[in-house]
């Protein structure tokens, strides 16, 4: 539960400080803020996947069970979506990082010093910035679409999807 509220919340930020930036002009501080801000969220949410990915991994065979239980095409898609969310929150800040990389070499992000991994190269930046850029619609469209099968799960199946991510959730459920 904690891990999908605190993604949840920062990949907004993400999401709000990059597009945040256009409000300001080329080089103003306060642009720079926004970037800087758009940085440090990604570095935090990196330092929260890499516990959580493995925790995922670890404890993948003690997961409470869906009821009641998906069918077989069901259980498929929903591997098949939590596997592209976890490879669009490894791709993403790669990407984002080798864009930076690519435009700026190291750069300096509220003073933690993050290196280079790719050499400085304009033309390599404008292609990054282009999947970066295509990569968030891709994560904007996992995300949703992530929200709505947990909610359609929820109202529609009547499934404890939502109810083992929040206990507490037990709104719009059918009593026995």
Same mark, same amino acid.
């Given at each position: 539960? &904690?891990?999908?509220? @605190?993604?949840?919340? @920062? ?5 709000? /400080?990059?597009? =945040? /930036? ?7 501080? #306060? ?7 758009? &940085? !440090?969220?990604?570095?935090? !949410?990196? =330092? ?11 404890? &993948?065979?003690?997961? *409470? *069970?869906? /009821? *009641?239980? !998906? ?9 098949? $979506?939590?596997?592209? @969310?976890?490879?669009? +929150?490894?791709? +993403? *800040? #790669? @990407? %984002? ?7 700026? %070499? ?20 404008? #292609? !990054? ?7 968030? $619609?891709? %994560? =904007?469209?996992?995300?949703? $679409?992530?929200?709505?099968?947990? #909610? ?8 404890? /999807? +939502?109810?083992? +991510?929040?206990?507490? &959730?037990?709104?719009? =459920?059918?009593?026995?």
């Amino acid at each position: 539960m &904690f891990y999908h509220l @605190l993604w949840f919340l @920062l990949v907004i930020a993400a999401y709000v /400080t990059i597009s =945040m /930036t256009d409000l300001f002009p080329r080089w103003s501080s #306060l642009r720079g803020v926004a970037i800087q801000t758009h &940085f !440090l969220v990604w570095i935090i !949410l990196i =330092m929260f996947f890499i516990p959580r990915f493995f925790i995922r991994v670890k404890k &993948f065979k003690s997961i *409470p *069970p869906i /009821t *009641p239980s !998906l069918s077989k095409n069901n259980k498929i898609l929903a591997n098949l $979506g939590h596997f592209a @969310l976890y490879a669009w +929150m490894v791709i +993403m *800040p #790669l @990407l %984002g990082w080798a864009l930076v990389s690519a435009n700026y %070499g190291s750069v300096n992000i509220y003073g933690i010093n993050i290196p280079w991994i790719i050499a400085q190269n304009k033309e390599i930046a404008s #292609l !990054l910035k282009e999947l970066h850029e295509v990569f968030a $619609g891709l %994560g =904007m469209f996992l995300i949703i $679409g992530h929200v709505v099968m947990a #909610l359609w799960h929820h109202f529609k199946k009547q499934n404890n /999807t +939502m109810i083992r +991510m929040f206990p507490w &959730f037990k709104w719009g =459920m059918k009593k026995d």
